[in-house]
């Protein structure tokens, strides 16, 4: 028993700002006060609050530490572990209330939250199996094997209402039903844990803070489709994933839970790592496949479909690492538990890794129908600086923007679809008054063109089209006409595309469309980026009555456009200065050095 | 994306060819061993020139058009070797809205290279990469393993600085 225990988080976001040198400076200094035995380290997975990290949280007291730095970890053992005292000047300061300490699951970013998928991220150390035995880990799987029968197994995840997390929203329960029911040698559990969403996270923080949930999420799927054969495709782009996915493959073998006879039924279930190779298109199901099969990642036509001809040309399941987390506990906890959250037709919770202008960068759990508004205000937040809420994009490149309009509507897959965004693996980015629509839609567009296989036309030539056209609208050179034309492309590209990479690819310039076509119509026929972002619309000025006449601007302008006038402002003592538009490149150095903010752009 | 093929002399030496023959000897009998193999292949060489793609062709058997269409498919399999230094630049979402592409242009701008280019001395390569989930601490580059966040445009020079004695 130790008196106290330590929990630092070592996912992607913290270990990157340090956290694994605290951990060890942290041992260093328990040992040095003698503490070894009375207290205990443990290393977890993300605690989702990525903009506070590092992160360290001691227990029994519960006291949050954020932004902890590694010179910070003496004064933390001797005064808190040692003596007792809380060092409050290093706490998350929304859990100080005058001399007491708040609970963390009291504060605005994790009240409203509801954490099953996540249950486990930032509580065990996702490198012992035992700690994840000790949360009823595998007890599902042994529930399963020694109680029920492979077609209660699937009634039960089909009555949950679970749908797959990846994007889509297939229901899992059918997906399984129809593996099931097709007789073959040989059938295939796949998990796709290609996250390539950018701004997304979710997957890779399940799998680094709780590895063993996927795996015994696929021993049950096996189960129930009877299979003796998983594969999890992981992105190379993980490394501290693939390390705990390794890591977990081997204790779970070691303790019987994955390979021959697993708890003495007879049952066979092993499971194999392929690594991506950074190819977006293989988060797609068929192509996914294709490249677990060692070949160039191409996606084929369908039908037919995995469940009938997958992997190697027999039936395959394939979901999604979140989809995964959540089935232990439906298994455990019934199929009614897991259908009395969320909405009518989306059960349970979904996991959203929030960033871009937000105050709470970091990832977050709720229930299906909590509204846009009390992620992005209450649990995120709001928006750093003061700025407004222009929309927040969902689905990546897949999906769309969702405008201030709709920001109370309750979030499920089908309320999404509706406004022209899709729910997505879970990415939600936040953009404010100074982000560009039209630029996002070229941003996406541009990883879109990057990343189409190639292998159909309407997807390797039509987005290309579509970048073409929004890139002369970004430099002003756009007219009314091409506006219509780019949207009928859009129609096209998603009638005709082979994969859901092209079906969707349009879908961020169809939403901008939708919500922002002003700011289109402003860069087209006035030639002006309101947002001020799209640089070859924009004019640096001077406003000559706030220039102080410092010139800094003058020094820092890496092509001397700017020259001092003879003009003196009223109540200023020197000449104020002027930009030369003919000279200048709007680098925009001028503006980042102006103090008195007399520099502006429009 | 068009791959840039190295003009580099190919310079291998024999341990690096009995590793590369141990790993093909570990995959040979897995039916999708292309993509692994060529994994720990770039690990042993740094990047899959023209000589190793052969290499990993006879060993398992397979095509080297084979070989070639995967190694050129997937933005991971390098054709060029990379710098000592190889500095990638996150351009996801969230790094993006936060000005990583201003941080890529100085960059650039620095180092006179462009992105997935090297400098002629071998010293830093550049690289445009896709999220790499450290969103929180946008905007994001990486100077091989190390990370450095939170950036303004300002920062950059002093980032190189350090790489540069």
Redesign the interface.
Known sequence: MYRSNVLVCGG??CT??NSLKIVEVLKEEIKKNGLEKEVNVTTTGCFGL??L?PIMVVYPEGSFYSMVQVADIPEIVEEHLLKGRIVTRLLYQETVEDDTIKSLNKTAFYAKQKRVALRNCGVIDPEKIDDYIAMDGYAALGKVLTEMKPEDVIQTILDSGLRGRGGAGFPTGLKWKFAAANDADQKYVCCNADE??????MD?SVLEGDPHAVLEAMAIAGYAIGASKGYIYVR???PIAVKRLKIAIDQAHEYGLLGEDIFGTGFDFDIQL???????VCGEETSLMT????????PRPRPPFPAVKGL?RKPTILNNVETYANIAQIILNGADWFASMGTEKSKGTKVF?L???IEH??LVEVPMGTTLREIVEEIGGGIPGGKKFKAA?TG?PSGGCIPAEHLDIPIDYDNLLEIGSMMGSG?L?V?DET?CMVD?AK?FLEFTV?ES?GKCTPCRIGTKRLLEMLDKITKGQGTLEMIDEMEDLCHYIKANSLCGLGQTAPNPVLSTLRYFRDEYVSHVVDKKCPAGVCKDLLEFSIDKDKCVGCGLCARNCPVNAITVTDYIAPNKKKPAYEIDHSKCIKC?ACI?NCRPGAVYKG | ?QKKISSIPFSGTPEQEAQLKETIARYIDD??????V??EAQDIYGYLPYEVQKMVAEGLGVPLE?VY??AT?????ALSPKGKYNISVC????C???GSG?ILSRLSDILGIEAEECTADGKFSLTA??????????P?IMVNED?Y?RLT??DVQGIIDKYND
Not at chain 1, 291 to 297: A, H, L, V
Not at chain 2, 31 to 36: E, H, I
Not at chain 2, 91 to 94: I, V, Y
């Open positions: 992607t976001g990157s700002s990525c903009a990290g390539g969403d950018p701004g997304a996270f890779r190379a782009e993980y392929r690594l991506g190779a950074g190819a977006f490249s677990i099969e060692g070949k160039r990642g191409e190697y890794a960033g871009g202008k960068t970091g994009q990546g990415g980015i953009m982000t996002i941003f990057d296989c925009g980042d | 994306m039916p999708g061993a292309v993509m692994p060529l994994q084979e269409g995967v498919f997937y933005s991971q399999f351009l996801g979402t969230a993006y809205v936060k201003d990469c896709r999220c790499i989930g450290a969103c929180g601490l946008a994001v990370v966040g445009v300002e």
